[in-house]
């Protein structure tokens, strides 16, 4: 299935679209708030984006375009990652 590329408030980022459809990555990702889960969880994530969360979260802009000093918020996060299942269920 390969990687996708999206666009994100002005920014450009990929998507790992087998990692998007798959039930493991799902199911970690689901869990991460809960205990034992969140390494898991985390994992999944960095799999979802193509092992860049690192760098992804120091990168994912505010709705005004500009990135936090600390990096990206929780609810920019959220967006972000709704995005990017977005882009992974596009049909081309």
């Not at 860049?52 to 972000?80: M, N, Q, W």
């Not at 977005?86 to 049909?91: I, R």
Request: proline fraction near 2%; aromatic fraction near 10%.
């Amino acid at each position: 299935m390969g990687t996708r590329k999206f666009e994100f408030r002005g920014s450009d980022f990929e998507v790992d679209v087998a990692a998007a459809h798959s039930m493991r990555v799902q199911r970690d990702i689901s869990l991460v708030g809960e205990p034992g889960h969140a390494a898991k969880g985390w994992e999944s994530f960095d799999k979802l984006f193509c092992g860049r969360l690192d760098e992804y979260l120091d990168s994912i802009p505010g709705e005004d375009g500009k990135v936090g000093e600390h990096g990206c918020t929780d609810a920019d996060f959220v967006a972000f990652v709704q995005a990017a299942s977005e882009a992974a269920n596009a049909k081309n």
